[in-house]
């Protein structure tokens, strides 16, 4: 097995107490986006940070490249760490064209004029060499600090936030171009950001975030459809548990039954764990729910249902059917799609 580019292991940081993170391990494979995912003040900059060497951490260690570059006894300058990094407000510096900007970090590189011209191929910017930054859109200003990132070939890219600033249009070709070069370069990638979207589109391994530790490190199939708490399964997107029994290998739920793995033939009051998308809805005047509220959502509506029971539920259906408040709907599981559940120690299995 490779050596991880990028190796940490427990590494922690508090401010004023407060611990940013906590005992945190992850590794980044060579040409690996690894997507650090969670909300405001999970610690997933502080973390980005650590491995770029903005900050000293107070425990663990970091390697990169097999060399440590942190640890209580050692750190390696940012500068000496062969690290690119994109900031979220790209930090262009305002004074300088294009090819000034990507060059900066080369100094008086004596290839430097052919480093920059093959960045900015790689980078697509070609033709923009003389612009200066108030003459660039959105998307060109990130592949502009992009480029400079790159520009001295390091081994570890990090990203924070890098298309926060963009609108949603320019935001989704952006980020498809952006992951096309980082794998034509085949550079170990940390992206750090908020977006459940962007972490799907992204990412090779997401690591979800909360308080300073990483829940669950997975692909993002995996991190989607198989959370392992339900932390992760909420944070991910929508979802609904719903009380449920386990025999002769199937799930059983008010909303019908799906095949299920499991050791244990029989097992009572489990949570199953259903997604809109997971289920079906057509009006029926003898159905088993009610619509209670809708919302539009372009190609879709998510309609909120009551079952008999009183458990509300979500479910995904057709813009073509636009189903009325107080309609009676029969609400089924989906055939083919996989079902997991919560245990009662609150454990997601799949």
Do not use: W
Not at 99 to 123: F, M, W
């Amino acid at each position: 097995m490779p050596t991880p580019v990028i190796q940490c292991e427990e590494i922690s940081k508090s401010f004023d107490n407060n611990n940013a993170v906590n005992t945190l391990s992850m590794s980044v494979e060579n040409g690996e986006i690894f997507v650090l995912l969670g909300s405001s003040g999970c610690g997933k900059t502080t973390t980005l940070r650590l491995i770029a060497g903005l900050d000293n951490l107070d425990d663990g260690r970091i390697y990169i490249d097999n060399r440590e570059v942190s640890s209580s006894t050692e750190f390696l300058p940012p500068e000496n760490r062969k690290i690119g990094m994109v900031f979220q407000d790209y930090a262009l510096f305002p004074h300088m064209n294009v090819e000034d900007n990507v060059g900066y970090g080369l100094g008086g590189d004596a290839q430097r004029s052919d480093k920059v011209r093959d960045t900015l191929s790689i980078t697509n910017l070609t033709g923009l060499e003389k612009r200066m930054p108030y003459q660039l859109s959105g998307g060109e200003q990130q592949r502009v600090a992009l480029a400079r990132a790159l520009a001295t070939n390091p081994r570890v890219l990090l990203l924070d936030e890098p298309f926060s600033n963009l609108d949603a249009q320019l935001r989704a070709s952006v980020r498809t171009e952006t992951k096309e070069i980082i794998k034509k370069i085949g550079i170990a990638t940390v992206l750090v950001t908020h977006s459940q979207e962007e972490a799907l589109i992204m990412a090779d391994k997401i690591g979800v975030m909360k308080e300073g530790k990483i829940e669950q490190i997975d692909t993002p199939h995996n991190i989607f459809h198989k959370p392992i708490s339900e932390f992760v399964a909420n944070f991910m997107g929508m979802c609904d548990f719903i009380p449920s029994r386990i025999a002769d290998g199937m799930i059983h739920t008010e909303v019908g039954s799906a095949p299920v793995s499991l050791k244990d033939k029989s097992v009572d009051n489990v949570m199953a764990m259903v997604r809109p998308d997971d289920l079906s809805i057509e009006v029926c005047d003898t159905g088993n729910a009610k619509v209670v509220e809708k919302t539009f959502q372009g190609a879709f509506y998510i309609y909120k249902v009551l079952l008999n029971s009183g458990q509300l539920m979500h479910v995904l259906g057709s813009h073509i059917n636009n189903l009325e408040l107080d309609q009676e709907v029969n609400v089924t599981l989906s055939p083919g799609h996989s079902v997991s559940y919560m245990d009662s120690n609150r454990l997601i299995h799949s």
